[in-house]
């Protein structure tokens, strides 16, 4: 009986490790189906920003940022900041961009929930208003070079409609 019961728990668990590894695979084709989505539109991938239940891509066009469904026309950008915890600690302006058009010293309300972590966000600030890509935190150093690669895309981007010279 007892041999009984130890296989039929050891059967389980290889049940159990197969729909695991199955259901890994089908994120993994889901993924790099989005990825090769993206691409085919003609945009460069700049980051996968984990969200709650998957992953967001951030995506860089001709003429647009797209944050997942999200599109941010890139003539509107007037600047951009990394935010941690809500506290700006980087800025790039539009060469473009009016004087009064740009908030670089605004922070954005900081989430009530106690984290014990570094939360980092980039604020990209638009003619329409402002869009914060979340970034998270996961750690430090992961959601750091994420909120990074989100803004050195912007702050390329303000460089090539300066003529290179930003």
């Not at 130890?6 to 890994?24: F, R």
Request: proline fraction near 2%; charge should be neutral.
């Amino acid at each position: 009986m007892r041999d009984f019961v130890a296989a039929a728990l050891a059967l389980g668990l290889l049940v159990i490790a197969a729909s695991l590894a199955t259901t890994l695979q089908l994120f993994r084709k889901q993924r790099r189906r989005a990825r090769e989505g993206e691409r085919t539109l003609g945009r460069t991938i700049v980051a996968e920003i984990p969200a709650e239940d998957d992953l967001t891509l951030f995506t860089e066009g001709a003429d647009q940022f797209h944050y997942g469904a999200q599109s941010i026309n890139k003539r509107r950008i007037v600047a951009a900041r990394i935010l941690i915890n809500g506290a700006v600690i980087a800025t790039c302006v539009s060469p473009r961009a009016t004087p009064t058009a740009v908030k670089t010293t605004e922070t954005i309300d900081d989430r009530p929930e106690g984290i014990a972590r570094d939360r980092w966000d980039v604020a990209i600030d638009t003619l329409d208003g402002t869009v914060i890509v979340a970034c998270g935190a996961i750690r430090e150093r992961v959601s750091q070079e994420l909120a990074r690669a989100v803004f050195d895309a912007i702050k390329e981007d303000f460089r090539r409609q300066d003529g290179g010279t930003g």
